[in-house]
């Protein structure tokens, strides 16, 4: 059974930083490709960051890219959302997933950004 744990949102500045961890089991992590997803209070879900199984392709939507950096360690089971310059539109609820529309996903954490 999939089972996914997401950690380490917070509440922080404009401009800060954050690192999220997803420690993932119940499946074979090293073969997967896995997603950040996020949902804001009354917004649809919406993708972040899509990795593959290698983790030498990884993909971000224009809302993050250059800003969000998605990496894994296979052999922790771990995926990894490194956010930096944040923005309050940023603010939600984070999920690991495997797709884009959030399947398997945690019970998920809370990232505010605020002044």
């Known amino acids: 059974e999939v089972h996914l744990v997401e950690s380490g949102g917070d509440s922080v500045q404009p401009g800060g930083s954050l690192r999220l961890s997803c420690a993932a089991s119940?499946?074979?992590?090293?073969?997967?490709?896995m997603f950040w997803v996020r949902q804001a209070p009354g917004k649809r879900l919406e993708w972040v960051a899509n990795?593959?199984?290698?983790?030498?392709?990884?993909y971000y939507p224009r809302s993050v890219e250059g800003r969000f950096t998605a990496s894994r360690d296979n052999h922790k089971n771990t995926l990894y959302l490194q956010m930096n310059s944040l923005k309050t539109e940023d603010t939600a609820v984070y999920y690991c997933?495997?797709?884009?529309?959030?399947?398997?996903r945690g019970q998920g954490t809370q990232v505010t950004v605020s002044s």
């Open positions: 997933s495997l797709n884009s529309v959030g399947d398997g």
């Open positions: 119940g499946f074979t992590f090293g073969n997967t490709g």
């Open positions: 990795v593959n199984p290698n983790g030498d392709r990884i």
